[in-house]
């Protein structure tokens, strides 16, 4: 077990080294479209039920093992945005249209099974999550909802739990339930909803895509991952898992072997997102 993880923590540290290398140009000049771009954003509207999680605070898969990560209420959506969701957006905003988006917001596969503009691709379900979008189109996505992306502590906080309790990952099953959902192949195909949601009353945590976070690289490996500053951190690679304080926990290591492999402008087959929302409400 222990070489399998040292192999696995080599190997994040090559990726992000790799990555670090990249030329800034690029997250410069998205920076400032993000920026520019906001103007000309147009509202559609969204009625997916967003649930109420109450925070706490909980140890990261990362770092020291004896520092908790506070997680402050906010709100989640219940379910990723679908097909449809996607299509009524870029309808409203012809920028993000496959044949129209700049290649520094989304590489070549952008929406790449769509048949067109505005025609999803053959046989796929309206209410089966979107992929094949970048982190810059969820980002616009979740503007024209009125609404943000999941921090990365957000996801993982709501990850913890099963069916049942909060926090699931003392249980020996938790872990490898996951990866062998993570393992099942086309499961993005299938419609949201269509299994049981988590103790949070959230749906398809992990039994149907890969999600986009705000800050899905925000533990890049320093002397202190959670204080290390990078320019531009919000677009490029993702943080490794070379300072685990969860090293049986395999799934996880799969989540962040992704996350330090992926830049802003990636889209992948089965990596879509979900959204949330601020909140001043506190509940006990």
């Not at 800050?215 to 991952?225: A, C, K």
Request: hydrophobic fraction near 40%.
């Amino acid at each position: 077990m222990m070489k399998v993880l040292n192999w696995l923590k080599i190997l994040l540290l090559v990726i992000l080294v790799s990555c670090n290398k990249q030329n800034n140009e690029l997250a410069i000049n998205a920076n400032n479209h993000s920026k520019s771009n906001s103007n000309t954003i147009h509202r559609i509207s969204s009625d997916v039920k967003m649930v109420y999680i109450p925070g706490g605070e909980y140890k990261p898969f990362y770092g020291s093992d004896s520092v908790l990560t506070k997680v402050v209420p906010f709100l989640l959506d219940e379910r990723a945005v679908t097909n449809e969701e996607f299509l009524a957006f870029v309808k409203a905003n012809p920028q993000w249209r496959k044949s129209n988006v700049k290649r520094i917001y989304a590489d070549s596969t952008y929406l790449r099974d769509w048949l067109s503009d505005t025609e999803l691709p053959k046989n796929a379900k309206p209410d089966a999550p979107v992929c094949f979008v970048s982190w810059f189109a969820a980002k616009a996505y979740a503007q024209t909802v009125g609404k943000r992306l999941p921090t990365l502590d957000e996801w993982e906080f709501v990850a913890m739990a099963d069916e049942v309790s909060p926090n699931a990952r003392t249980k020996p099953e938790y872990s490898n339930n996951i990866t062998s959902l993570y393992l099942q192949k086309d499961r993005q195909f299938n419609s949201v909803k269509q299994s049981k949601p988590n103790y949070w009353g959230v749906y398809n945590v992990f039994d149907l895509i890969w999600e986009w976070t705000d800050d899905f690289n925000s533990v890049l490996t320093t002397n202190d991952s959670r204080t290390g500053q990078y320019e531009d951190k919000n677009l490029f690679c993702a943080g490794s898992a070379t300072s685990s304080t969860d090293v049986l926990n395999y799934a996880a290591f799969m989540r962040f072997a992704l996350r330090t492999s992926v830049k802003a402008n990636y889209t992948i087959a089965n990596l879509g997102f979900r959204c949330a929302k601020d909140t001043t409400i506190i509940k006990k």
